[in-house]
């Protein structure tokens, strides 16, 4: 009987469900799925494909050989190749490749999976699993059903499962593959690791039948005074009554949704405290309907560029920065909570740091919520790095989608000033095309932001150039440079003569070089961290005489795993361009920086 239910059930199309993002998930009713997942390695996706190469999942008759049904039999002749129960685990959020040697480089499919009960708070609620992100695509099935497929490793996804979760013994399969490919975003060449997994939270999220799905409370543009947005509410009808309320700013104010169950919003205030680095004040915001009141802590401040400055708040500031990779270097594995982020933040503080780039992807929720109260200015990116595919209309979907995603997610984060469209992606018709593309769509979600993209410079005549064309089209231009590690004379980086075709805020996404912490040895010694500290002073005394310069983010904060660095005894598959090492013991370079930015920070008061 219970396999004809099964078989029924599969015959079923997708029962409809809905898969708009949900935000802010902290502050709604969740139930963590974090913990102990069994896992399966499946290298030749059997668990997905027949022998004929087809999936399983596309046929109409069911197959117990597909993973994703969890089949268990006691029928003695019953061929059944496969059981998570028996198999190893994982412990989600993490990467599965710092969790066990043997899957140290494993590029392929894992399958988890997770049993749950679940008992609604009320039976006429709605519920939804999410995932903080998966790398790099996922196939999701619950209870042998398939929710859907996401591809992009470094943003959340949600599926509504109202109509398939029961009360005991839920089973959630999970189908990750981390295979890099020409077509993906990023593509299949990279400076980082590709740890592979359930790499971020997972959490079931109940919601009422009518709930608060998405909305932005932000200045407006161009606005100190007005409190502007929109909330839009999911099988939301029209003359429902929505309230936005903050408390702290004596505002209480209703307004009546449309016919798609949408309000647009502009509020007068006064006597804001605006958020910043030296006083990040959140206000607690409040969004109600009848059936729900979902808090928020936001921030609220304006951010533009005039000819070269870059103001916030209508004052110029410097962008004293830090790059940094989503890694948590003593573990050697993905950053994914609280805890990371504050190592990290805290490290960029002690550097003197107002602001950080998160590269070359959109990090986990904890590191940009967490910048929103400490106030580090942010830059997030999506991960068009290198040589994408630019000519792919998919590859450009897949781009658009993965931005709609972060902006979707952080578009309520004051901490958040730039969206960042790219890094160092070679210059041609095809990619202007395609980083046109996403600056366009960049806007349509959220014009309040600044745009940019780590271009790179060239050299011609005695002139360090920075041409590229796309740089008409964003507020900031950011380039990386490597004078002393690529190439380039320190000795002469200080009288270095430059040609920036822009009159707009420069700044310097990345300069740098590696170091071995603990070797010692002469300036002139590269890997010695003598080098990267003479690398970084002559550096430093370039960049401060750019024409325009508002701002530098290092490359990098900590060592950081890379499958291209090799190098015996020196960088045994780590970038060592850290000012931390992986041990978390500062190089000398670290208080060059340091003191750089001490002086910045007296010239900016
Ligand atoms: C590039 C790139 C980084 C890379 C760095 C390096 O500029 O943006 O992702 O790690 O240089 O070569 O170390």
């Known amino acids: 009987m219970k396999h004809l239910i099964i078989k029924i059930l599969l015959f079923i199309p997708f029962i409809a469900i809905s898969q708009e993002l949900l935000i802010n998930t902290s502050n709604r009713n969740t139930t963590s799925l974090n913990g102990t997942w069994n896992y399966i390695v499946d290298p030749y996706e059997t668990g997905y494909y027949n022998y004929r190469y087809e999936p399983y999942d596309q046929q109409l008759q069911?197959?117990?050989?597909?993973?994703?049904?969890?089949?268990?039999?006691?029928?003695?002749?019953?061929?059944?190749?496969?059981?998570f129960d028996k198999s190893l685990t994982l412990t989600v959020p993490g990467d599965w490749n710092s969790q066990y040697e043997k899957l140290f480089y494993y590029e392929g499919t894992i399958w988890y999976k997770r049993s749950f009960d679940y008992t609604f708070s009320n039976e006429?609620?709605?519920?939804?699993?999410?995932?903080?992100?998966?790398?790099?695509?996922?196939?999701?099935?619950?209870?042998g059903k398939k929710l859907g497929t996401h591809e992009g490793g470094f943003t959340p996804f949600n599926f509504e499962v109202t109509e398939i979760v029961k009360p005991t013994n839920n089973y959630l399969v999970v189908k990750v593959d981390n295979k890099r490919y020409k077509e993906a975003i990023p593509t299949i060449n990279t400076d980082w690791w590709n740890y592979g997994g359930i790499t971020r939270d997972v959490k079931l999220i109940e919601e009422p039948k009518t709930f608060i799905q998405d909305y932005k409370v932000q200045l407006k543009k161009g606005a100190s005074k007005i409190i502007s947005g929109y909330v839009k509410l999911n099988n939301g009808f029209a003359n429902e009554e929505v309230t936005i309320s903050v408390p702290e700013l004596k505002i209480n104010k209703s307004f009546i949704t449309d016919e798609k169950g949408t309000i647009q919003f502009e509020i007068n205030t006064k006597n804001i405290s605006y958020w910043s680095p030296e006083s990040p004040k959140l206000y607690d915001v409040f969004i109600k309907t009848t059936q729900q009141s979902l808090k928020d802590e936001i921030g609220f401040r304006t951010i533009e560029t005039v000819g070269p400055d870059i103001l916030l708040n209508g004052k110029s500031i410097f962008l004293r920065g830090i790059s940094i990779h989503e890694e948590n270097a003593m573990r050697g594995a993905r950053a994914y909570n609280d805890a990371d982020a504050l190592v990290a933040l805290n490290w960029a503080k002690e550097l003197g740091c107002n602001y950080v780039r998160l590269a070359h992807y959109p990090h986990n929720e904890h590191i940009v919520k967490l910048a929103d109260k400490m106030g580090m200015m942010v830059w997030e990116e999506i991960p068009?790095?290198?040589?994408?595919?630019?000519?792919n209309e998919k590859t450009l979907n897949n781009?658009?989608?993965?931005?709609?995603?972060?902006?979707?997610?952080?578009?309520?984060?004051?901490?958040?000033?730039?969206?960042?469209?790219?890094?160092?992606?070679?210059?041609?018709?095809?990619?202007?095309?395609?980083?046109?593309?996403?600056?366009?769509?960049?806007?349509?979600?959220?014009d309040t932001r600044l745009l940019s993209a780590a271009l790179e410079k060239h050299y011609k005549d005695g002139f360090n150039i920075v041409d590229d064309e796309i740089g008409n089209y964003l507020d900031i231009v950011a380039f990386n440079q490597y004078t002393g590690w690529y190439g380039g004379s320190l000795e002469d980086a200080p009288n270095a003569k430059w040609n920036i075709k822009f009159n707009?805020?420069?700044?310097?996404?990345?300069?740098?070089?590696?170091?071995?912490?603990?070797?010692?040895?002469?300036?002139?010694?590269?890997?010695?961290?003598?080098?990267?500290?003479?690398?970084?002073?002559?550096?430093?005394?370039?960049i401060e005489k750019i024409p325009n310069i508002r701002g530098t983010s290092p490359w990098i904060l900590n060592d950081f795993r890379s499958p291209k660095r090799v190098l015996p005894g020196i960088q045994d598959g780590w970038n060592r361009k850290g000012l931390i090492s992986n041990h978390g013991i500062k190089k000398k370079a670290f208080f060059t920086m340091q003191n750089f930015y001490k002086k910045i920070e007296l010239q900016y008061q």
């Not at 006429?124 to 209870?143: D, H, M, P, Q």
């Not at 068009?384 to 000519?391: E, G, K, L, R, S």
């Not at 603990?518 to 590269?526: A, D, P």
């Open 124 to 143: 006429n609620n709605r519920l939804f699993v999410y995932f903080g992100a998966i790398n790099y695509k996922a196939e999701v099935y619950l209870n």
């Open 62 to 83: 069911n197959n117990n050989a597909a993973f994703y049904n969890n089949y268990h039999t006691t029928n003695k002749l019953e061929l059944v190749e496969y059981d």
């Open 384 to 391: 068009v790095y290198w040589t994408v595919d630019f000519a």
């Open 504 to 542: 707009k805020p420069v700044v310097v996404s990345e300069f740098g070089g590696g170091a071995l912490q603990g070797l010692h040895g002469t300036k002139n010694e590269r890997w010695t961290e003598e080098y990267q500290e003479y690398l970084y002073e002559q550096n430093l005394k370039m």
């Open 399 to 446: 781009a658009k989608n993965q931005l709609g995603e972060a902006i979707t997610r952080d578009k309520n984060r004051a901490a958040i000033i730039i969206w960042s469209m790219a890094n160092e992606t070679p210059p041609s018709d095809v990619r202007n095309t395609f980083l046109k593309n996403l600056i366009n769509h960049s806007k349509s979600l959220d």
